[in-house]
């Protein structure tokens, strides 16, 4: 079964192969989602501007009689069976069934009940560990499907902030809350400008007229909590703490403009974390300059800050890669491509672009023969449109 063939009719047939006939089987979708600009400042304070994308999560859910728990997924290994009545803690033998088990430990310590036990089953076609925010979607789309199954009521955001507080605590990595945020609460044919400080958002029109985003995945996972991910993120506080010891108020580095860092960044000796802070402070500056951009319609302004963006997070912030730098590289040099720029975490994973609709099929074949080239092996490449945040079938 190829990943792209999931639909919601097939995961319900297979839900019925692997767990009986029966009523009250729910079907929920869970967006991948692209970050247009805003890269590694969510979790300095900054503002992001993702859109959600036409590439979804599945989630098949039907209330048992007993107080058992069954986990299946159509293409990763294993089937995993807990009580609801267990305490849940990480053990790295669950894989997959520790993002579930944390949203549930997560709702227990909120003081929901759930009167009996579940099974469940995934389906995505989403491409794992590439950056477009598989896990953030495993999180979510579970939640929202637990959320209605059994009338908790949540909220859209309180869906958003559940999925973080799972993954710092029980899954370990300090992710930011972007994934999450634009997961739940997404709007389709809009970008969504997070406030990461504040946790509110605004809808940005996103009309991209005759150009589509192309998703460039260069094959190469990563696991965050195996990443140099949490060591960047305290470099970004070590390079805080340098400026307000020498008493700037800085509540976090995002609100430090360009001209204040001309100001204030000769403090921070170490050329590392300079870099580091330095990224963040001209990433907010494209994010605004980014929005700006779309609303006036200049998709040539966009694609320019797409591209300084990755020479940031390149020479700054040293998340790309070869792959990654490959990849932007060579889409550069396509005819119809006005900008791209690797998105996610880095260290692998996927970069985006924006290409016209008549070149998108020779963009494809020329960008990916260059990469097979260069790299060794080929990526995978699709074009994609914005979509709608967690809901119902």
Request: glycine fraction near 8%.
């Amino acid at each position: 079964m190829e990943k792209t063939s999931i639909t919601p009719k097939l995961l319900k047939e297979n839900f019925i192969k692997i767990y009986g006939f029966g009523d009250g089987v729910r079907i929920f979708k869970s967006p991948a989602r692209i970050n247009i600009i805003g890269e590694h400042i969510d979790y300095n304070g900054g503002k992001v501007l993702p859109t959600a994308i036409d590439r979804f999560l599945y989630c098949a859910i039907r209330k048992r009689p007993d107080t058992k728990i069954v986990y299946s997924d159509l293409f990763f290994p294993g089937t995993y069976s807990f009580d609801i009545n267990d305490d849940f803690i990480f053990d790295s033998a669950n894989d997959y069934a520790n993002f579930l088990n944390g949203i549930i430990s997560c709702m227990k310590k909120s003081g929901f009940e759930f009167p009996c036990g579940f099974d469940v089953l995934i389906g995505s076609n989403i491409p794992s560990a590439g950056g477009i925010s598989s896990s953030s979607a495993l999180e979510c789309g579970f939640a929202w499907a637990v959320n209605e199954t059994f009338g908790f009521n949540i909220s859209r955001k309180k869906i958003a902030l559940m999925g973080q507080k799972s993954e710092h605590e029980f899954i370990n990595v300090n992710c930011g809350i972007m994934d999450q945020y634009i997961i739940a609460t997404a709007k389709k044919n809009t970008a969504e400008l997070i406030d990461c400080a504040k946790i509110e958002h605004e809808y940005v029109p996103l009309k991209l007229g005759d150009y589509r985003f192309i998703v460039m995945n260069s094959k190469k996972q990563r696991k965050l909590s195996d990443s140099k991910y949490n060591e960047r993120r305290a470099q970004c506080e070590e390079g805080l703490t340098i400026l307000q010891d020498a008493g700037y108020d800085f509540p976090n580095l995002c609100a430090i403009t360009p001209e204040l860092f001309d100001e204030a960044g000769p403090l921070i000796k170490d050329d590392e974390i300079y870099r580091r802070v330095r990224h963040c402070v001209t990433e907010m500056d494209r994010v605004l300059k980014a929005v700006d951009a779309l609303k006036a319609n200049n998709l040539a302004e966009l694609g320019t800050l797409l591209y300084a963006s990755h020479a940031s997070l390149r020479d700054d912030y040293e998340v790309t890669g070869i792959e990654l730098d490959t990849l932007v590289d060579e889409a550069s040099k396509q005819h119809g491509c006005i900008g791209a720029r690797m998105t996610g975490a880095g260290f692998g994973g996927c970069a985006i672009a924006i290409v016209h609709k008549d070149s998108i099929d020779s963009f494809i074949k020329n960008t990916g023969d260059a990469y097979k080239r260069v790299i060794g092996y080929e990526g995978d490449f699709f074009a994609c449109s914005s979509g709608d945040g967690v809901s119902e079938i």
